[in-house]
């Protein structure tokens, strides 16, 4: 039978894992593989995290069903049907839940425990996590799973408390839905979840504004039910899809990677590739067009170019036209969302484009927002103004490393990582799709199960050989900030004010978070590393006094 319980009373476990979303819920089911004794802290009433939060009108993914799922298991992929290209919240919802009976995960999961620290104990080589609500476990191993985009963001603007309507924010969506029939509504911002729901809130609402600081781009999903023939198709041969997305940059198969530059192309035969791009759908598809479009600045602005003529027919009114036109950042610098009738939406009598950049928002009133030069009056107000993205959630938390320093201090200038996967003085604890790793420019599915199939395969390397602590040395993980920032460096995403680079955050240091050399180099990377006896991480053997490791 396996101790329970530490000497200081806190539940003792081989292995905490912070997070029950796509990345807690696999590395659950890998680690309890393993013989390990594991447990879930999951901060949401329900598991799911993304798709569990963001239950917003519109709300789905813009990865392809098939490809935005898990691989691990060929039966699960066989016997799971979705019903659209691409995903609605409500699907993957049900899909996750299906995952965790499937497995019997859920009994490993504690709901509403927010962890409010997690601290290293030098002397036994662990890590203590302690929730808001009190509940307290160690365990050698602590495995953040808590999300790139898990911590949402409401502006401070003056005033909120005093606002007599509702007002919610699109991460954090009340799970018995928002009704908006015969509502006077403000949205707040006009990124992916903006862009999302901005139509379907205006086929119910009595009046929308929407309240714009930058344009963005976005180009149709054109979403679809998948057929049975369709379905069947892929799935005769989903193993090779599945093999074939390990070998792409985006861990997306299906998209055949683009030979020639937008410059090389004369003007009416690229007018004709954006076209069909533009009516097949998807962004990953779109900035496949051509091979230099996230590289050379001419390039990118022919694509440009493209989607601001487009949004000149859609939208009748020239001048609220010409407000949705991007034109301060390169097409796919900032996520290049996906829409179902964004720009037609403002043809619409009832909605009405507010422009928040010439005239910021100052306060929200009792009675509704407030700009520099006039009041509008709402009932609901709907934040789509994103999260502190990628470090959020980790230093929402206070992390403490070897000799009790804090993860705070030691990223106040920037995430610093190896590989994207652990941080030097923070022993045995592993980031799932950290920053420094591919994550958030990839299919997140891929990259989670790359990640966790990693941190598996090491520990049981490790407990094989009696380690009981692993971390990166700090001249390696120098190397690799230097090399993240370097690949950045080489493409035009430093260049937008994108959360990637921590814009939308007053005071955050600007660094550019994701490693975008692609996955398929990046596993390459990680499995070298791990094939030279995991190379530049410093291994620690057991110690006499350490407490045995607990088994199920
Ligand atoms: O957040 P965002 P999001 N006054 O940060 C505006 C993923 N995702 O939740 O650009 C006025 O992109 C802000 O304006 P600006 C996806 O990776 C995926 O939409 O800072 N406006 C911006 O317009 C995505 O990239 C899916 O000037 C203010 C908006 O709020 C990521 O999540 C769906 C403001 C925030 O946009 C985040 O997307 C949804 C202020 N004070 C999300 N503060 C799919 O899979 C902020 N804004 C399809």
Redesign the pocket.
């Known amino acids: 039978m396996s101790n329970t319980r530490a000497p200081d009373g806190a539940e003792q476990l081989d292995a905490i894992v912070i997070g029950g979303g796509f990345a807690g819920l696999y590395a659950l089911h890998r680690l309890r593989g393993l013989g390990l004794k594991v447990k879930v802290f999951e901060a949401g009433s329900g598991i799911g995290g993304t798709w569990f939060w ?1 239950r917003y009108p519109g ?5 392809e069903s098939l490809e935005y799922s898990y691989s691990f298991d060929e039966k699960l992929q066989q016997e799971w049907v979705w019903p659209e290209r691409f995903a609605a919240q409500a699907d993957i919802l049900r899909y996750i839940h299906h995952v965790a009976e499937r497995f019997d995960l859920n009994r490993d999961i504690v709901l509403n425990a927010r962890v409010s620290s997690a601290t290293f104990d030098d002397a036994s080589s662990q890590w203590t996590v302690e929730t808001a609500a009190g509940h307290r476990a160690t365990a050698r191993w602590c495995v953040m799973a808590s999300g790139n ?1 898990s911590l949402p ?1 409401v ?1 401070r ?1 003056p005033g909120l408390e005093n606002f007599r309507g509702e007002w919610h924010h ?2 954090q969506w009340p799970y018995e839905g928002v009704d908006f029939a015969g509502k006077r509504v403000g949205v ?9 729901a901005i139509p379907l809130i205006a086929e119910q609402a009595k009046h929308l504004h929407v ?4 344009a ?1 781009f976005t180009v149709p999903a054109i979403n679809r039910p998948l057929t049975p023939e369709a379905d069947a198709a892929h799935k005769k041969k989903y193993a090779e899809w599945r093999e074939e997305a390990r070998r792409t940059p985006f861990g997306i198969a299906g998209h055949a990677p683009p030979t020639k530059s937008a410059l090389q192309e004369e003007e009416d035969e690229r007018r004709a590739v954006y076209e069909k791009k533009w009516n097949t759908g998807g962004n990953i598809s779109f900035l496949y067009a051509y091979n230099d479009l996230l590289v050379n600045k001419d390039s990118n602005e022919t694509a440009c170019e493209f989607v601001r003529d487009k949004i000149r027919g859609i939208v009748r009114d020239p001048e609220v036209a010409k407000l949705l036109m991007p034109n301060d950042h390169y097409i796919g610098t ?2 290049l ?2 829409d179902n009738g964004y720009f037609e939406t403002f043809n619409r009598d009832n909605v009405t484009l507010v422009d ?2 010439s005239d ?2 100052v306060e929200v009133t009792a009675k509704g927002l407030r700009t520099g030069t006039k009041e509008y009056e709402l009932d609901t107000i709907v ?5 502190d ?1 990628m470090t959020g959630a980790l230093l929402d938390m206070d992390v403490r490393g070897r000799g009790g320093r804090s993860l705070r201090e030691k990223w106040a200038d920037g995430p610093r990582t190896y590989l994207g996967l652990m941080t030097a003085g923070f022993p045995n604890m592993f980031v799932i799709t950290g920053p420094g790793s591919p994550s ?1 420019k990839t299919n997140m599915v891929s990259s989670i199960e790359q990640h966790v199939d990693w941190i598996a395969d090491c520990l049981q390397h490790l407990r094989a050989r009696g380690v009981v602590a692993i971390e990166p040395e700090v001249a390696k993980e120098d190397q690799w900030v230097e090399h993240v920032n370097q690949v950045a460096d080489s493409t035009l995403y430093p260049l937008a ?3 990637y680079v921590g ?2 955050i007053p005071g955050k240091p600007r660094v550019f978070m994701p490693y975008v050399a692609g996955l398929d180099k990046y596993r390459k990377i990680c499995d070298d590393i791990a094939a030279k006896n995991y190379e530049g991480f410093a291994l620690k053997a057991q110690a006499p006094q350490t407490t045995p490791e607990t088994t199920t």
């Open positions: 963001n709300a789905r993914c813009d990865v985009l963001r502006p603007f699109t991460g707040i911002g006009t990124g992916s979840s903006g862009i999302q309240f714009q600081r930058t963005n900032k996520r969302c996906l928040v950049k910021p928002i934040f789509a103004t994103g999260y993205a958030v004010n994108s959360w814009a939308n």
